[in-house]
């Protein structure tokens, strides 16, 4: 007996010590992950480089009162079918203004398209390289003055700030590109590699009338093009939680839609005898079976996963150790992910009610009940997916449900180090914005023009030059919109530097040791 009771000591000795040799492994393996094997995602080619483009006093002055010029265009689009028109024709005559050298070049040529967008072709010198393209649009939302400390077409400059609907979103691209491209040919620079420039008039309300067409008209040319680069994230300062330093964001891909109408039809009656469930009843708890089943939660399975591990190094402890082993950590980190709404945005389809009509009088049953959900879906479903697990959620034949709209997410572009766009936004960045280390893919949850042109090419950036901070966001769409001086002036150098950079042929070799850089 008490051999028994020995041997049954020693076996649970043998188990304790083998728990503590599996834990120090794991312990050793996490710390080897986040301390030793922490390669950034896209080798270095560049190292980075003392200055960019010196703007003369005149010039800095030049293109800021170009910018404030087209904020004061209420270039408004409401809806496909309700547009400031007028405004959009007076913003084409303005860039003819303002920009001379871009619309007298003998090597651009300019076509309105779609009657208010505008496409540029720069032609470069040798034709052999492949073409790549900038796309921006003018059109804004519409951006009532109540709650506004300035007008919000008045362009106001305040304490170092340009105050205006269309300063972040995006007239600051559509301007900043010509102007970028108006101080290149007054230094009589003549790009080798040739470029297009577009600027959409209706991109908030989907797109079709300017890029689609644009789009189109370039697929019939035949062309392909290397890349292209749009609107879509930026430099976030201070915005990713744990990481000190500024970090550019370059969207790869962008969220699909679709939007869906439910209605519940009833017999009216009157509310002095009520029955047991009215229309407006109905509809309203299938609005809330969505909202309190979100769609599932699918971290790991798009790009979201990819800028974790690329940020993994620039994270703060503990957090750095949590990020290099997301093969172990990941379900934690995908639940502590879906507790904000900006970030439970990147790992899943969002479900948002956004329209709900019902109801002619206070005392009469409704005939009906109405309500609008946009989804925005996740890069790793699609729109036909969704929308059979809506109807399971609602669960209830007596709601009917129409699509309004739908398209599934962009194809996620290439990231690795054989891509010639990845890089030349990585240099171009590291050349502009010295406070910049990291240089990461990520997702673009809203949608943008660029969506239209995936015939064209494959490697698809959403991008805007800009640092970014937490009080910036909501002014996007939102109350007092702006944009500091600085900010655009750097916005241009980095247009000036990127088509400059685009000349060249060939990638580098990659730097063995991007810590040297």
Known sequence: MAGGSGRRRVAAWAAGLGLCAALLALLAAVLLRAYVLRAPAIPRLWARRGGTAAFSAGERLELKEALRGAIKIPTVSVSPEDLNTTAMAEFGNYIREVFPAVFSSKFIQHEIVGKYSHLFTVQGSNPEMMPYMLLAHMDVVPAPPEGWDFPPFSAAEHEGFIYGRGTLDNKNSAIGILQALEFLLRRNYRPRRSFYVGIGHDEEVFGQKGAMKIAALLEARGVKLSFLLDEGSAILDGIIAGVKKPVAVIAITEKGSITLNFTV???????????TETSIGILAAAMSRLEQNPLRNLFGHGPELMTMEHLASEFRFPLNLIMSNLWLFSPIVSRVLAWKPSTNALIRTTTAVTMFNAGIKINVIPSSAKATVNFRIHSAEKATEVLEMVKNT???????IDVVEAFDPLPISPWDDQTF?????????LDTFPDVDSVVPGTCIGNTDSRH????????????PLLLKSDDLPRIHGLNERISVENYEKQIKFLFQLIKNCDIDELPEPHTNSHEL
């Open 453 to 464: 042109f995936t015939n064209v090419t494959n490697a698809i950036y959403r991008f805007n």
């Open 421 to 429: 766009a990845v890089h030349i936004l990585q240099r171009t960045i």
């Open 394 to 400: 609602v669960a209830d034949d007596r709601v009917k």
């Open 265 to 275: 039809e009833k017999e009216p009656g009157h509310s002095s005898f009520p029955p």
